[in-house]
């Protein structure tokens, strides 16, 4: 048996960040600049059909090794058998959900009543078996919090994904250039996964091994399945109900609203789970972290999401284009949900490190419930109603998340409220001169690039003051960060041979 590295924790988390920052900036851009373009080539139909396919992508991480990666990650330690065991597990449970998955794409495009769908969802099943073949990799990985080589590997996944799709559309594919996207994404993804890990699984399998693991990854692969309904059931109801043009403004609208904010919380969470597994006794300092980097990614995500809200109508015109204009009230109640989610991003973390899977295990089914409700009854008013639905279900179920979250680190929910205080304060003042600016000052026959341009402006320039007078706690944050790194900086300096 082999015990888990014991590292400085704090200066693995901080490289990890690091290497994440970077990650996300670039992918941040390039993904960005891919939705555009495609949203350029490609109709809202289009958009659409592929839409009903993708909303099942989302569901290859859960299948494709049923949450045995995670236990890897959160084990004290770790034997051979162990390893191999979750890859050989791994890679049969892809490949049965590849075969699975061809053969329902007829009784998918039935559902839809969309024989296109049937090749697409064919096609996107692959993704099953390719993504298993290298989760056990990623575990190890993560385990050993070599986030230089995962954020590496996804940037060139990014960039070939990108590409793929891009030319695809280019070419007149239509739908398959967004699914081109996915199946390249896997393969690469793998591909680096297997060049950047120097473990290769042996022919072992050990029944006891897969026991012992699958007790802790039981809960954790239903949570996995709860809250992937609870991510994905409203695009499947208005692709079911409303048909593929109003999924694809719906779909565009969660593309642009919830996507990035996702693509920023849970690289965060990735970094910060097998650091809270390594200090899982000491609830006291995984509590003081929870507070400080959601403070941090508040100070991002919730200025953000409330700016989105204010320029969406400029936003749309300027950036995806009139034929998009559907998608606007969707972009701005969906900020709301955004502005919720990110803020309880590192909750599962939290509660899988301290051994409460049973916890957020039910706390996924109160959450699917909520949403279900939310979204059939939502259906009535079209895809405004169903986001609407969506954000009355969040507004009640992120705090409640976040309740559980600080009961299990045995602090008040208030430490949280009082630690977002200040950056809340900044946000709704840069959105009190922002809107104040909107009606009043900017001329109403002002460009609309013009008028997104220079309200953008004075929403940045009024809220990194406001943000450094109201939340200090911000600033020493990231001298502390400075700080640590220059020293880091210096000692490997001095240990250079003269």
């Given at each position: 048996m082999t015990a888990a590295p014991a590292p400085d924790i704090r200066s693995r988390v901080l490289r990890g960040l690091v290497w994440k920052v970077i990650s996300q900036l670039f992918s941040q851009f390039w993904q960005t600049a891919v939705a555009i373009i495609l949203a350029r080539l490609l109709a809202p139909e289009d958009?659409?059909?592929?839409?009903?396919?993708?909303?099942?992508?989302?569901i290859v991480p859960v299948f494709s090794d049923l949450a045995l990666g995670a236990a890897l990650v959160q084990r004290k330690t770790l034997s051979e058998a162990d390893r191999s065991t979750v890859f050989w597990a791994s890679t049969g449970i892809g490949a049965t959900f590849t075969l699975l998955g061809v053969a329902l794409s007829w009784p998918v495009a039935a559902f839809y009543d969309q024989p296109q769908v049937q090749p697409l969802f064919a096609a996107l099943s692959l993704t099953f078996v390719v993504s298993a073949l290298g989760t056990t990799q990623k575990a190890l990985l993560v385990r050993d919090m070599n986030f230089k080589s995962l954020e590496l590997r996804l940037m060139a996944g990014a960039l070939a994904a990108g590409a793929a799709g891009i030319t695809l559309a280019a070419l007149g594919y239509g739908p398959w250039a967004i699914i081109g996207q996915q199946v390249v994404s896997a393969v690469a993804s793998t591909f680096f996964l297997w060049h950047f890990s120097r473990w290769r699984p042996r022919f072992t399998f050990s029944v006891g091994s897969l026991r012992q693991l699958a007790g802790f990854s039981a809960n954790i692969f239903g949570t996995r399945v709860f809250f992937y309904f609870n991510r994905n059931l409203d695009n499947l109801l208005v692709g079911r109900v409303l048909g593929a043009g109003s999924l694809g403004?719906?779909?565009?609208?969660?593309n642009v609203m919830l996507a990035p904010l996702n693509r920023l919380g849970w690289p965060i969470a990735e970094v910060l789970f097998p650091a809270?597994?390594?200090?899982q006794d000491e609830p006291e300092r995984m509590a003081s972290a929870w507070v400080r980097i959601n403070r941090l990614v508040g100070t991002l995500t919730i200025p953000a999401t409330l700016g989105l809200a204010v320029v969406a109508p400029e936003f749309v015109t300027v950036v995806l284009g009139s034929?998009?204009?559907?998608?606007e009230p969707v972009i701005r109640i969906l900020a709301w949900v955004g502005l919720l989610q990110s803020l309880g991003t590192l909750n599962s973390g939290i509660l899988m490190a301290r051994g409460r899977?049973?916890?957020l295990f039910r706390f996924s089914v109160v959450a699917f419930v909520a949403s279900v409700l939310g979204f059939t009854v939502g259906l009535e008013w079209g895809i405004v109603g169903v986001a609407a639905g969506y954000a009355l279900a969040s507004t009640f179920l992120e705090p409640f998340y976040a309740w559980v979250t600080a009961r299990a680190l045995g602090v008040s929910v208030l430490s949280l409220a009082r630690g977002l205080r200040g950056v809340v304060e900044a946000a709704l003042a840069m959105v009190a001169c922002v809107l104040a600016a909107?009606?009043?000052?900017?001329?109403?026959?002002?460009?609309?690039?013009?008028?997104?341009?220079l309200m953008i402006l004075l929403g940045v320039s009024v809220y990194l003051p406001l943000c450094a007078w109201r939340a200090p706690e911000v600033l020493d944050e990231i001298r502390s960060v400075r700080r640590e790194r220059a020293a880091r900086a210096s000692t490997l300096a001095g240990a250079q041979p003269g």
């Open positions: 958009y659409g059909l592929a839409a009903m396919v993708i909303v099942f992508a989302a403004a719906y779909a565009l609208a969660y809270f597994s390594k200090m034929k998009w204009r559907d998608a899977a049973g916890t909107k009606q009043f000052v900017l001329p109403a026959d002002l460009a609309a690039a013009w008028r997104l341009i």
